[in-house]
């Protein structure tokens, strides 16, 4: 097994579950949850940080929650949009009751 990304250069708690990757020209998008909130990166395939780490936000979610992030990625070309399938979870202050929503 080969290492790509040492620990010490892995922004905090990414990737934190399934990521998604789309091709730019000879660079790579690499779109994953961190924290339980959705975080870019760009660089290559040697070293997916090498150009940009980004945090992004999920549009139109209705309320907030305390996790709320996912992949794959899909990317609409017409629109110019990247889409995913995404997890939200919400945690009251009761911690024996949890919510979790996927679409």
Same mark, same amino acid.
């Not at 290492?3 to 708690?13: G, M, N, R, S």
């Given at each position: 097994m080969e %290492?790509?990304?040492? %620990?010490? !250069? !892995?922004?905090? #708690?990414w990737p934190d579950g399934t990521m998604g990757v789309i091709r730019i020209g000879t660079d790579f998008r690499f779109f994953g949850a961190a924290a339980g909130f959705p975080r870019r990166t760009a660089g290559t395939l040697d070293d997916p940080t090498a150009l940009e780490v980004q945090n992004l936000k999920i549009e139109n979610l209705g309320k907030p929650?305390?996790?709320a #992030?996912?992949?794959p990625v899909y990317e609409d070309a017409a629109q110019e949009r990247y889409s995913c399938s995404i997890m939200r979870n919400f945690t009251p202050s009761r911690r024996d009751i949890f919510h979790s929503t996927a679409s």
């Open positions: %290492t790509i990304l040492p %620990t010490e !250069k !892995k922004p905090y #708690a929650y305390h996790y #992030a996912g992949g």
